[in-house]
Protein backbone atom coordinates (compact mmCIF):
# COMPACT_ATOMS: atom_id res chain seq x y z
CA UNK A 1 0.00 0.00 0.00
CA UNK A 2 2.92 2.51 0.87
CA UNK A 3 3.61 2.10 -3.05
CA UNK A 4 0.29 3.05 -4.01
CA UNK A 5 0.96 6.34 -1.70
CA UNK A 6 4.06 7.00 -3.28
CA UNK A 7 2.83 7.07 -6.36
CA UNK A 8 0.30 9.30 -5.88
CA UNK A 9 2.68 11.59 -3.85
CA UNK A 10 5.27 11.99 -6.86
CA UNK A 11 2.47 12.07 -9.50
CA UNK A 12 0.77 15.29 -10.62
CA UNK A 13 -3.14 16.02 -9.42
CA UNK A 14 -4.80 15.72 -13.08
CA UNK A 15 -7.28 18.67 -13.10
CA UNK A 16 -9.53 20.08 -16.16
CA UNK A 17 -6.64 23.07 -16.74
CA UNK A 18 -4.02 20.59 -16.17
CA UNK A 19 -5.14 17.85 -18.83
CA UNK A 20 -5.96 20.47 -21.08
CA UNK A 21 -2.50 22.33 -20.74
CA UNK A 22 -1.19 18.24 -21.31
CA UNK A 23 -3.01 18.12 -24.61
CA UNK A 24 -1.79 21.24 -25.62
CA UNK A 25 1.58 19.99 -25.50
CA UNK A 26 0.71 17.01 -27.34
CA UNK A 27 -0.63 19.03 -30.22
CA UNK A 28 2.16 20.97 -30.65
CA UNK A 29 4.53 18.38 -30.03
CA UNK A 30 2.56 16.08 -32.88
CA UNK A 31 2.74 18.98 -35.20
CA UNK A 32 6.11 19.83 -34.52
CA UNK A 33 7.49 16.09 -35.24
CA UNK A 34 4.99 15.69 -38.09
CA UNK A 35 6.44 18.53 -39.95
CA UNK A 36 8.79 18.92 -42.77
CA UNK A 37 10.25 22.07 -43.00
CA UNK A 38 14.08 20.75 -40.44
CA UNK A 39 16.98 20.19 -42.59
CA UNK A 40 17.22 16.65 -43.23
CA UNK A 41 20.32 16.43 -41.27
CA UNK A 42 18.55 17.12 -38.42
CA UNK A 43 18.59 13.70 -35.47
CA UNK A 44 15.56 12.56 -34.51
CA UNK A 45 16.91 13.36 -30.93
CA UNK A 46 17.13 16.72 -32.15
CA UNK A 47 13.88 16.65 -33.97
CA UNK A 48 12.07 15.33 -30.34
CA UNK A 49 14.17 18.27 -28.03
CA UNK A 50 12.60 20.83 -30.29
CA UNK A 51 9.19 19.42 -30.24
CA UNK A 52 9.16 18.99 -26.63
CA UNK A 53 10.85 22.48 -25.89
CA UNK A 54 7.78 23.63 -28.07
CA UNK A 55 4.94 21.82 -26.30
CA UNK A 56 6.27 23.11 -23.01
CA UNK A 57 6.37 26.65 -24.06
CA UNK A 58 2.78 26.50 -25.94
CA UNK A 59 1.15 24.58 -23.17
CA UNK A 60 2.61 26.60 -20.28
CA UNK A 61 3.70 23.51 -18.25
CA UNK A 62 7.51 22.92 -16.76
CA UNK A 63 9.30 19.52 -17.19
CA UNK A 64 8.43 17.87 -14.19
CA UNK A 65 4.74 18.94 -14.37
CA UNK A 66 4.50 17.39 -17.95
CA UNK A 67 6.43 14.61 -16.69
CA UNK A 68 3.89 13.67 -13.88
CA UNK A 69 0.69 14.25 -15.90
CA UNK A 70 2.23 11.88 -18.51
CA UNK A 71 2.84 8.81 -16.28
CA UNK A 72 -1.44 8.29 -15.66
CA UNK A 73 -2.61 9.39 -18.94
CA UNK A 74 -0.02 6.92 -21.02
CA UNK A 75 -0.64 4.46 -18.97
CA UNK A 76 -4.21 5.13 -19.22
CA UNK A 77 -4.43 5.95 -23.09
CA UNK A 78 -2.15 2.75 -23.50
CA UNK A 79 -4.97 0.44 -21.80
CA UNK A 80 -7.72 1.83 -23.35
CA UNK A 81 -6.15 1.86 -27.04
CA UNK A 82 -5.05 -2.45 -26.52
CA UNK A 83 -8.56 -2.52 -25.65
CA UNK A 84 -10.19 -0.82 -28.35
CA UNK A 85 -7.33 -2.80 -30.44
CA UNK A 86 -9.19 -5.89 -29.29
CA UNK A 87 -12.12 -4.82 -29.54
CA UNK A 88 -11.96 -3.93 -33.40
CA UNK A 89 -10.53 -7.40 -33.73
CA UNK A 90 -13.36 -9.05 -32.32
CA UNK A 91 -15.88 -6.98 -34.58
CA UNK A 92 -13.22 -8.28 -37.38
CA UNK A 93 -13.44 -12.15 -36.35
CA UNK A 94 -17.19 -11.74 -35.85
CA UNK A 95 -18.06 -10.15 -39.42
CA UNK A 96 -15.68 -12.91 -40.89
CA UNK A 97 -17.25 -15.60 -38.92
CA UNK A 98 -20.75 -14.06 -40.60
CA UNK A 99 -19.33 -14.06 -43.76
CA UNK A 100 -17.96 -17.41 -43.62
CA UNK A 101 -21.48 -18.69 -42.63
CA UNK A 102 -23.22 -16.78 -45.26
CA UNK A 103 -21.08 -18.34 -47.89
CA UNK A 104 -21.95 -21.40 -46.62
CA UNK A 105 -18.37 -21.99 -45.69
CA UNK A 106 -16.57 -23.62 -42.75
CA UNK A 107 -15.55 -21.26 -39.64
CA UNK A 108 -12.63 -19.70 -39.60
CA UNK A 109 -10.32 -21.47 -36.33
CA UNK A 110 -8.57 -18.33 -35.95
CA UNK A 111 -11.34 -16.23 -35.96
CA UNK A 112 -13.67 -18.78 -33.52
CA UNK A 113 -9.92 -19.10 -31.23
CA UNK A 114 -9.73 -15.04 -30.91
CA UNK A 115 -13.40 -14.63 -30.03
CA UNK A 116 -12.74 -17.50 -27.23
CA UNK A 117 -10.44 -15.22 -25.29
CA UNK A 118 -11.55 -11.92 -26.17
CA UNK A 119 -13.62 -11.61 -23.37
CA UNK A 120 -11.46 -11.97 -20.66
CA UNK A 121 -9.19 -9.89 -22.47
CA UNK A 122 -11.39 -7.43 -22.72
CA UNK A 123 -12.26 -8.00 -18.74
CA UNK A 124 -8.74 -7.72 -17.84
CA UNK A 125 -7.81 -4.16 -19.93
CA UNK A 126 -10.63 -2.97 -18.80
CA UNK A 127 -10.50 -3.37 -15.42
CA UNK A 128 -9.33 -0.23 -14.05
CA UNK A 129 -9.19 -0.41 -10.33
CA UNK A 130 -5.26 -0.75 -10.22
CA UNK A 131 -5.49 2.71 -12.04
CA UNK A 132 -7.88 4.18 -10.10
CA UNK A 133 -5.86 3.40 -6.33
CA UNK A 134 -2.98 4.65 -7.95
CA UNK A 135 -4.56 8.02 -9.12
CA UNK A 136 -7.84 7.96 -8.05
CA UNK A 137 -11.47 8.20 -8.88
CA UNK A 138 -11.45 12.19 -10.05
CA UNK A 139 -8.55 11.38 -12.40
CA UNK A 140 -9.81 8.43 -14.06
CA UNK A 141 -13.10 10.02 -14.80
CA UNK A 142 -11.60 13.34 -16.26
CA UNK A 143 -9.52 11.07 -18.57
CA UNK A 144 -12.36 8.94 -19.32
CA UNK A 145 -14.48 12.23 -20.05
CA UNK A 146 -11.51 12.71 -23.09
CA UNK A 147 -10.89 9.25 -24.04
CA UNK A 148 -11.36 9.39 -27.63
CA UNK A 149 -9.47 12.56 -27.68
CA UNK A 150 -6.45 11.46 -25.60
CA UNK A 151 -6.42 7.72 -27.22
CA UNK A 152 -6.23 9.38 -30.57
CA UNK A 153 -3.64 11.84 -30.00
CA UNK A 154 -1.53 8.80 -28.09
CA UNK A 155 -1.65 6.64 -30.83
CA UNK A 156 -0.69 9.37 -33.43
CA UNK A 157 2.07 10.24 -31.54
CA UNK A 158 3.41 6.89 -31.03
CA UNK A 159 3.19 6.12 -34.43
CA UNK A 160 5.33 9.56 -35.03
CA UNK A 161 8.07 8.30 -32.74
CA UNK A 162 8.89 5.47 -34.77
CA UNK A 163 9.88 2.13 -34.44
CA UNK A 164 11.21 1.33 -30.84
CA UNK A 165 10.12 4.56 -29.64
CA UNK A 166 6.68 3.39 -28.01
CA UNK A 167 5.95 0.09 -26.17
CA UNK A 168 2.36 -0.47 -28.52
CA UNK A 169 1.27 0.60 -31.78
CA UNK A 170 -2.36 1.01 -32.95
Keep these: MSDVKTLRLVSAQLTQPTLDAF???ERTVIGALASTWEPPETSWAGRFAF???KGLAESGLDPLTQQRIKVPV?????KRSAWLTVKQ?????EAALHQARAHQQPEPEKERALLARASG???RLGDFSGFIR????????L???RELELVTLH???SRLEGPGGHLHRS
Excluded: I, K, P
Design 23 to 25: LVY
Design 51 to 53: AHA
Design 74 to 78: SEFCG
Design 89 to 93: RVADA
Design 121 to 123: ELA
Design 134 to 141: RYGQQAFE
Design 143 to 145: LTE
Design 155 to 157: RQL
